[in-house]
């Protein structure tokens, strides 16, 4: 079940997704075996308190949240967590974020080395941060120069996650690819709005929030595709994945990997689920591995 995203090896083709495992300290309750590796809750240098209540809104076949990215900043990271990933036998990415391309070099300075820390999962596309976030995911120039940023202070593993919210994915993914990043994450949330008519009010303090789950998997399918066509470096799909088969449909779309977030919410057991059906469709099929999958993947 190993798959290989740029220069790492992961046991498997399948990591928790940002902001839906949080630390991972809650992992050893889990089914760590099926789990490839994991990412962090986006982190910024400072601490964070979030969005008001209410964050969450559940919407069919899916889910609003705006958390607005709080977190403990990153010293009490280092402190509190590290230690633990530094013992865990699956890499830990960190997801960081930043108001600004220095501050994005900064986290990853003071990130880089630190036992634990396995590579970087740079957010430029968080859709609940007044500042930053998306600002840097929708314009080439600015994803190149974050990325840039961050690889110039790390030999770790540099990943790139992308928004959905962008007409040409395939601009941003050649920018990034450009600026030295060692694969894509494709892709976060879908912003979104719900109205209370109770009170004619948005349901979310936020008024806006990102969608995610079953609702938005065609979208990220062929999101993750299009980023996948347009670059030579690997893509790791997310967006609704479930099952076994949502997970197989991104990786013959062009991914070499997957991600897993809101159906943990919804089962735990998820991760361990999509593993072991992914093991059953390859060894049904006399495929020795998620590599020799048939890719749908024509150049243009
Ligand atoms: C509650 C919640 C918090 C999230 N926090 C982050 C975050 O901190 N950083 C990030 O890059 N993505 C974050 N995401 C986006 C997910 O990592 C993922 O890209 C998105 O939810 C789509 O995948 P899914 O449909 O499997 O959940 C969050 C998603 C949810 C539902």
């Keep these: 079940m190993s798959v290989d995203v740029g220069a790492l090896t992961l046991r498997g083709p399948i990591l928790a997704a940002s902001g839906t495992f949080g630390y991972g300290t809650e992992v ?45 900043g990153v010293e009490a990271l280092i402190r509190d967590y590290a230690p633990k990933w ?12 930043g108001e600004s391309a220095a501050e994005y070099a900064e986290l990853t300075a003071r990130l880089d080395g630190v036992p634990g820390v396995a590579g970087f999962e740079i957010n430029i596309s968080c859709p609940n941060v007044e500042q930053g ?15 840039d940023a961050v690889r110039k202070r790390t030999r770790l593993p540099v990943w790139v996650k992308l928004t959905p919210m962008v007409s040409d994915i395939g601009v941003i993914a050649r920018a990034v690819e450009a600026a030295g990043a060692d694969a894509l994450c494709a892709i976060n949330t879908f912003v979104g709005m719900s109205i209370d008519l109770n009170v004619y009010q948005p349901r979310l303090s936020f008024r806006t929030g990102g969608l995610s789950g079953p609702a938005i998997r065609p979208l ?17 799909g997310i967006g609704g994945i479930a099952t076994a088969e949502d997970a197989l449909e991104f990786l013959v779309a062009g991914c070499t990997a997957v991600q897993v977030g809101t159906a943990t919410f919804v089962n735990p057991r998820a991760i361990a689920e999509v593993h072991d059906g992914i093991a059953a469709f390859l060894g049904a099929r006399g495929l020795s591995s998620p590599a020799d999958l048939p890719r749908y993947l024509p150049r243009d």
């Design 86 to 97: 530094a013992e865990w036998d699956f890499p830990v990415f960190v997801n960081i974020n």
């Design 133 to 147: 976030g998306l600002y840097f995911g929708n314009d080439p120039r600015a994803a190149a120069a974050v990325t």
């Design 220 to 236: 990220a399918v062929h999101l993750a595709h299009q980023a996948a066509r347009a670059v030579r470096i690997p893509v790791i």
């Design 28 to 72: 050893p309750l889990l089914e760590r075996r099926a789990l490839g590796g994991m990412v962090s809750k986006g982190i910024f240098l400072r601490p964070r308190s979030g969005t008001p209540p209410p964050r969450i809104v559940e919407t069919p076949s899916g889910m609003l949240n705006a958390i607005g990215l709080q977190g403990p």
